[in-house]
């Protein structure tokens, strides 16, 4: 057992760690910037340690300060949350240089998976359906000409170490391909350090579907059912719910032994997802592996009754898990509460929260780290908020979380909240039918 974790995280997932390791009777220690002094993980941990300058890589990317943080409270295990350094190999090595479990997978599972290129070979000698493409890195511009020939347009450029839609590019036809090339090189160094783009097909009309699976360190994985994050901007996921409504029996079958076949592949432990793009027709193919908690984590719990965190915890002290896949048993949606203007192409709206009124009910589950008075920093993402609403189908699972969403009042700054209501309102999505292309031709009104 830990006797204390410290949370290198921020904001409402550093909370959520916080609220599993008090019920698991765990000490626990915030860390936090000096912009984010009075957030509710800093309040609600046993210890506070301040480390540094509101700049990510002043604070939460800030190895030394973050490992420093841990020696002096005497934590022996670090929580990475989700973003900053959760899928950080060095990280987590450094963590076991100084004798502070990691919380999370090994450091080479975390390498084998983290760049796209050589997880998409270990998901082919594996067995895993992967989108028609290219060995490797692309090497020149001709190159890229010859292989988009032969895949055949449209295809998609992306980083090898990319993430969040950076350094990634559709090209519908040659002549648009030579601009797209060099964009998404210069784009995917700036972000990444690294240049390197791989080309695959486009597939066109996707679902963007994911299996939460679970490892031990005794050779065991499970899967948790899949959850549907079609609904998003720019390749940032808005809306997310499980089970999908695009999803079979058959459908989940397969797409769980797929993904249980690539974690099994590199001896996966902890808790994790494996990404999939499923077209029209229910082919399914291998896009990714995300080595942490997800933010929408919190769908597969309401809709399994498991507790996520804590079978990470508990994985990372080295219990195994059960073995067993879970099927959902309710339906759950979660909307991204963000402090962004829909009405203003979803600018940023960091500020003071001058009121707020947070929905409750039945069926209701908000996890956030805001209050009135909380003043929202410009430094980090504007996720301020998730509501979940659980019932027994879908359309009861929406009705809800509209209620909640009619009584969701917060001032001073902007927020997602009204995009979302006219979303849930949207006859379409209402109805099923959407994939990753459907905010395209979403309309504020």
Avoid: W
């Avoid at 959520?16 to 509710?40: P, W």
């Avoid at 999908?244 to 397969?254: C, G, I, V």
């Avoid at 908020?385 to 009861?396: C, F, M, P, S």
Wanted: net charge negative; glycine share 8%; with cysteine.
């Amino acid at each position: 057992m830990f006797k204390k974790i410290l949370i290198a995280n921020r904001g409402e997932i550093a909370l959520r760690v916080i609220r599993t390791c008090r019920e698991m009777g765990i000490k626990t220690v915030a860390v936090y910037s000096t912009a984010d002094k009075d957030s509710l993980h800093v309040k609600f941990a046993d210890e506070a340690v301040c480390i540094g300058r509101p700049a990510g890589a002043d604070s939460y990317l800030n190895i030394a300060h973050i490992m420093a943080a841990a020696e002096i409270t005497n934590a022996d295990g670090i929580h990475p949350g989700y973003g900053f350094l959760a899928e950080n190999a060095r990280f987590a090595e450094i963590c076991g240089e100084h004798n502070i479990k990691f919380i999370g997978p090994t450091p080479d599972q975390i390498r084998s998976m983290g760049d796209k290129i050589t997880a998409k070979e270990t998901m082919i000698r594996a067995g895993v359906p992967v989108v028609p493409g290219g060995e490797g890195l692309l090497e020149s511009l001709e190159e890229a000409k010859a292989m988009a020939k032969d895949i055949g347009y449209p295809i998609i450029l992306k980083a090898t170490a990319g993430g969040g839609g950076k350094g990634m590019r559709v090209v519908f036809k040659e002549e648009d391909l030579e601009h797209n090339y060099n964009t998404a090189k210069v784009e995917a160094g700036a972000a990444f350090k690294n240049d390197g783009i791989y080309m695959e097909k486009f597939v066109e009309e996707p679902r963007h579907i994911e299996i939460q699976i679970a490892g031990d360190r005794y050779g065991k994985v499970c899967h948790l059912s899949e959850r549907d994050c079609s609904i998003q901007r720019r390749h940032q996921k808005l809306v997310e719910e499980s089970p999908s409504p695009f999803m079979t029996e058959e459908l989940r079958q397969r797409m769980g032994d797929a993904a249980i076949k690539a974690a099994s592949a590199i001896g996966y432990e902890s808790v994790g997802t494996i990404e999939f793009l499923v077209d029209k027709h229910r082919n399914f193919y291998f896009m990714e592996m995300n080595t942490r908690i997800q933010v929408e984590h919190c769908v597969t719990e309401e809709v399994t009754n498991f507790d996520l965190i804590k079978e990470q915890i508990k994985i990372a002290m080295g219990e195994p898990i059960s073995g067993k896949n879970y099927e959902p048993q309710m339906h759950a949606i979660e909307c991204r509460i963000n402090a962004e203007d829909p009405y203003n192409d979803f600018r940023p709206s960091p500020g003071r929260i001058t009121t707020l009124h947070q929905p409750g009910g039945h069926g209701i589950r908000i996890d956030s780290h805001v209050y009135a008075g909380y003043v929202i920093p410009p430094y980090y993402d504007s996720m301020i908020a998730k509501i979940i609403a659980v019932a027994r189908t879908r359309e009861e699972a929406i009705n809800t979380m509209s209620r909640a969403l009619s009584e969701y009042v917060i001032e001073g700054v902007k927020t997602t909240i009204p995009f979302h209501q006219q979303l849930m309102r949207n006859e379409d999505f209402r109805a099923g039918n959407f994939n990753t292309k459907f905010l395209e031709g979403f309309k504020m009104v």
